[in-house]
Every structure is written in C-alpha cells, then in structure tokens.
C-alpha cells in the first residue's frame, strides 16, 4: 500500500538557522498538509496546500513558513528563522480526490538548540 | 473556528474490559469524523472513520457512533488488549479538502 515518506528524521538546528522539511506525498494525490505536535500535545494544522497554492493556513503559520512543491513528488515546508519553540514533530499529509482519508507520513522531528 | 474536546482525557482499564472515549465538535458544518491512534514516538494512524450521513459503523472491536444533532461522535473498543494501550484523538473535519481539527486527545491504559 503506498504511504507518504518524510525525510529526514531527525532534523537538529540552531536557533535563527533555515530547515526544509521534506515529504513525498501519495503519488495520485492532490491534497497536501502539514501539521506539527508538540511533545505531549495534541496534532495542530499549519498548512493545506492544493493546485499549486495555499488553500488554508492556521495562526501558527506565519510569516517565517513558507511551502513549496517544487516538482511533482516533493512538498517541502520552510521554517526561515527557527525559535526554540519550532521544536516539535512535522507530520506531513496527503488527501486524494474522491476520499476525506489522508494518511500521515513518519515525521520529522525538528530540534532547535 | 472549530472547538474539538475529548472526555475523559485519561482512560484505565482492565483487559477485556471495553472503553469508550467521546468527542465533542462545535462546527456544525463538519461532516466526516474520523479516529485517530498514536503510539508512542510514532504517527497517528487512523483507526476507524465515519460520515455524516452514517450513525454508526463497527469494524471487528471498535466502533464509531455519530449523533450530529448533539455535536458528538464516540469511539467504542470492546474486549481490550494491552496493545490497544495509546492515545486516541479524534479529528473532525467539514470535506473532503479541509483540514483535520484534533482534539486533546485520551490516553488509554489496559492493564493486565
């Protein structure tokens, strides 16, 4: 069965430095989402991305994140300036056409030091 | 926006015993109610799911049911395993493009 795939893992960074997140959606999907989890909180919705542009955004995506398919397999999802508080796990999401289903990727969990 | 809770926020139980958690949603427009497990460092895995013109769906131990009219859905687990132990969000959602809305989550322990 196909599944979405994130890469890395495990991501460790230094406060005020760039990090890309990366996922490859299932490949007839059209949906894509990311969220995040804090450690011990609930799943929150950062982003959902559909046709090539933004179709929502949460409070918590602001300015210093940005997304980006920028071939027709990866979605990427940018933090530009990470804070302490960026510190959490990045689940990434895909959704196809004829289905409210959207398995989760692995996640990334992004450490910022 | 939608405010999505979970009772009871933590859920003993004894093997074999059945466990139900509840999820209390805001959005009327909301129409696909899924169920959600996560186990420890791993990705929430969806376990059960229902839409909003079914009031009940079973599949082997767990159970959802729906009442739209008072806002809540359920999940149901019957004759618990140790290895159902994790924590169960719920994440409704208003189509088939929109985000999922998670809830606060229940950790369930089955004890032996």
């Known amino acids: 069965e196909p599944e979405v795939t994130q890469t890395p893992s495990h991501q460790v960074t230094q406060m005020g430095q760039e990090v890309i997140l990366r996922c490859v959606p299932i490949?007839?999907?059209?949906?894509f989402y990311w969220y995040r989890q804090i450690l011990g909180q609930k799943v929150e919705f950062l982003v959902s991305?559909?046709?090539?542009?933004?179709?929502?955004k949460s409070e918590i995506f602001d300015d210093q994140f940005s997304v980006e398919r920028p071939d027709g397999s990866n979605f990427t999802l940018k933090i530009r300036s990470t804070k302490l508080e960026d510190s959490a796990m990045y689940f990434c999401?895909?959704?196809?056409?004829?289905?409210?289903?959207?398995?989760f990727g692995p996640g990334t969990r992004l450490t910022v030091t | 926006g939608e405010n999505v809770e979970q009772h009871p926020s933590t859920l003993s139980v004894q093997e074999g015993d059945s466990a139900v958690i509840k999820c209390t949603y805001s959005?009327?427009?909301?129409?696909?109610f899924p169920w959600y497990k996560q186990e420890l460092g791993k990705r929430p895995q969806l376990i059960i799911d229902?839409?909003?013109?079914?009031g009940e769906k079973k599949d082997q131990r767990i159970a959802v049911t729906l009442n739209k009219t008072a806002k809540h859905f359920s999940l149901h687990i019957t004759e618990t395993q140790p290895e159902d132990s994790a924590v169960y969000f719920c994440?409704?959602?208003?189509?088939?493009?929109?985000?999922?809305?998670f809830g606060t989550g229940t950790r369930l322990q089955v004890t032996l």
């Open positions: 991305f559909y046709n090539n542009e933004i179709s929502e």
């Open positions: 959005d009327s427009a909301s129409n696909y």
């Open positions: 490949s007839n999907h059209l949906y």
């Open positions: 999401a895909s959704r196809g056409d004829n289905s409210p289903r959207s398995p």
């Open positions: 229902i839409r909003s013109n079914v």
């Open positions: 994440a409704p959602s208003t189509g088939t493009a929109s985000k999922l809305t």
